[in-house]
Nanobody
Framework: QVQLVESGGGLVQAGGSLRLSCAAS????????MAWFRQAPGKEREFVTS????????YYADSVKGRFSISRDNAMNTVFLQMNSLKPDDTAVYYC?????????????????????WGQGTQVTVSS
């Protein structure tokens, strides 16, 4: 079992930055692929980015590539999402997700249905 708690959301102007954190419980954090998804009002949940167990591989949605950066600190059981050059279209609830992805390639990490564990979400609002 893994419990995930996101923090760092808020209101920011377009062009600004935010850093989200996701703290995980348990002693096996390093065995989990971690990801961020987001869901805007009236839209389906969408993949944002993921990071491999050791942090050496990352994967980004085209819409955030070059603006967002995911990282993790396995000693702190935490994954981060640095968001720069924010746009109003980035407004959404951001969710942290975890899964061990046993037997799966890292490319599967963009699929929300692969994840067993989810945080409660943190609201990010970007004003124009």
């Amino acid at each position: 079992q893994v419990q995930l708690v996101e923090s760092g959301g808020g209101l920011v102007q377009a062009g600004g930055s935010l850093r989200l954190s996701c703290a995980a419980s348990g002693r096996t954090f390093s065995t989990y692929v971690m990801a961020w998804f987001r869901q805007a009002p009236g839209k389906e949940r969408e993949f944002v980015t993921s990071i491999s167990r050791g942090g050496t591989s990352t994967y980004y949605a085209d819409s955030v590539k070059g603006r967002f950066s995911i990282s993790r600190d396995n000693a702190m059981n935490t994954v981060f999402l640095q968001m720069n050059s924010l746009k109003p279209d980035d407004t959404a609830v951001y969710y942290c997700a975890a899964d061990q992805m046993t037997g799966l390639r890292f490319g599967a990490s963009s699929r929300s249905y692969q994840y067993d564990y989810w945080g409660q979400g943190t609201q990010v609002t970007v004003s124009s």
